[in-house]
């Protein structure tokens, strides 16, 4: 636990977090600039100007980076990225739960693969309690989704067994 | 008054208003789609009306005018509900909308912003509409004189936006500004079609599509951050949604009247914005935004929850919808998707577009915009009371919300091109939106630079193509040089009046 002193004392900014977008951005624009190195002048004029100003911009704030470092204004952590501790598992597996939910819903459809992902998602940020709530929920959303989204605007959704059952019985 | 040969007068107007507002039956259904469409992320009119084709096309002309117009209009203010209570902007019209609504219902103050916005959206659009009927053979000509060059002007006014977030942390917002204009950039060159920075994928070359842009950079990224409270509101905010009341529908709609002027005045952007094709919602709000913010006497307040930063892109985007109309009814070209849809249609009809519109059939030629006015105001007098309800949604566990949050407007960035592509992209603009976030890079910074880099870019090399390259002819028109005046002046005029305040208040000190 943190002594009284270390917890009152401003912390110290988490600049290797804010260096994630600017780095992220330099590496984007470098691997443009070489997408485009053989294209005519239409293709690169706009992006290399504006791809020169964002690289000038990015370096200078690496160069800030290193200076607020050296007066001690901030450090190359993470941190911010991270906080609360307590939600890192949490929020990890609510991506994890995204993901597998991009990747089925082609197989099994809208309506179960979103009854699943409401369900097991909510259960999750409840941490395993409102079970009964969680699955109700889910339940209606998912049906309701379904009738307002693919059988009355007849919109496109990705289409598994359930609507296929399902045309087969309107 | 005399217009295309017809006697316009105010009875004629009253009788088509009563004609018109006999259409409720109509209106009020295609009303609440509207609302429903344009408050997910992913559906717009424009697809709607595609999707209700059939339906169009079996009703009597005038009924499918009514129907087409009344889910637009109402789709544009409901595009700005979600943006306002969940930080979620329904369509690229109302992106500019949560950078005050949203902070107004964080704290509790949901109701009121929500009554400012549909006050705001029917004033705008009703005002806009009314313009527009009277003006309308001298708007139509907006059109013929905002070529490339002028084009330019009008999207720089957007991207200046960035600066004014620049402006709480230049280097940050400057960085988000400038990725986003990069990231805009993706996909093939406008003359060639170079693939440029697609990492290999087929479904970039078109282009960054914009859903799963808005869905990531906003939803998505919300919905990981809103988890770590209970609710998204405040402690304060808590308090005052813990004894909701009428009064505080009431006083939004006071705080919007207050700001008369601020209404005309962004509403009228949008309209003349609406007027030129190509132009649209998300560039009107974004300018809207950036002048309200310039001429403000608290620019510093702005993105806090002020209400002129709420008021100034919901009239504007209202604007823009009577504004599209225009070039379409009087010389067939259409200002935007639905309006070009809507042509369709009316051509299916057998509805010949132009002046001889208005003499040979005036229930159609004003009967457009009619439908537009009875529009807002049916929908002003069964929304407002709906405000109180809608703001519950604030208080609804982050445990329920943020899943539901995810996965339907993961979905809806499915929807407009149907590739599951598209939702894996939302994702990751949903993760480039956490560490924005996170990190203190504004997300309505990077979404300014995807949505107008292209278009900017677009009519940057047309115009400088037709010029054979000359550098030049970016202030060779007066039209052009006259909004570049007005552009340097609103960037630099912020930025003097504060050096001005700082100057008389060391005068006072001394």
New interface residues.
Partial sequence: MLDETEADRPRKR?LG??L???V??LV??L??FY??LE??W??Q???FF??T??IV??L??IG?TFRWVAKGEGDWSFH??FE?HD?VK??LG??AL??G??AV??FLG?TIT?FL??VL??LL??RGR?AK??LT?AAI?SVG?YL??IVA??????EGPFEFLMNGIL | MEFCEVDVSIQMFAELFVHTLGFWWIILPAMLLGL??GAIPG?SAAN?II?LLPLTFAMEVEQGIVFMVALYASSRMGAGIPAILVNIPGTAGAAATPLDGYPMARAGLGQQALAMSFVASTAGGLLTTIIALIAMPWLAQVAFFMHSVEMIVVMLFGISLIATIAAKNT??G???G??G???G??GT????E?????FGFLELYDGIPLVPALVGLFA?SEA?LV??GESILTRRGKELMANPSWQATFEGVRMCAKRWWHVIWCSLIGLVIGVIPGAGASIASFVAYQQSRSFSKTPELYGTGHPEGLIAPESANNGVTSGTLVPLMVIGLPGGATAAIMLVVLEFHGVNFGPQLFSEQPEIGFGIFMAMAVTYLLMIFTILPLSRYMTKVTIVS???M???I???T??GS??PR?F?FD??LA?GF?V?GY??R????HVAAILIGIIL?PL??GF??RA??MANGDLGVLFSSNIGNALWVALVVTVALPYLLDYLRKRRRQQKTM
């Avoid at chain 1, 605007?153 to 990705?158: A, G, H, K, L, V």
């Avoid at chain 2, 060159?189 to 060639?192: G, K």
């Avoid at chain 2, 996170?438 to 890079?441: E, G, V």
């Fill in positions: 988490a977090a804010e994630v977008i600017p992220g951005a984007f624009t691997y443009y997408t485009i294209s005519p239409t293709a004029a706009s992006a504006i791809g100003i964002l911009l990015v200078i704030f800030l911010t990225l609360p939600y949490i929020r609510l991506l995204t993901v939910y991009i819903i082609s809208f979103t992902f409401l998602a909510m940020l409840n409102r709530l969680s929920l959303l989704g307002l989204f605007f007849d919109t496109n959704f990705p | 429903i469409v559906f709607t999707i280097l940050k400057l960085i988000a400038l990725l204009l990069m990231i950039a993706v060159d406008f003359v060639y170079t693939p440029r920075a697609t998505v990981f988890i770590e982050t445990a329920f943020a899943p539901v995810i996965s339907f993961l979905v499915f929807v149907e599951g939702m894996g994702l949903g480039l560490i924005a996170r990190t203190n890079y880099g900017l870019e940057f090399l400088i193509r």
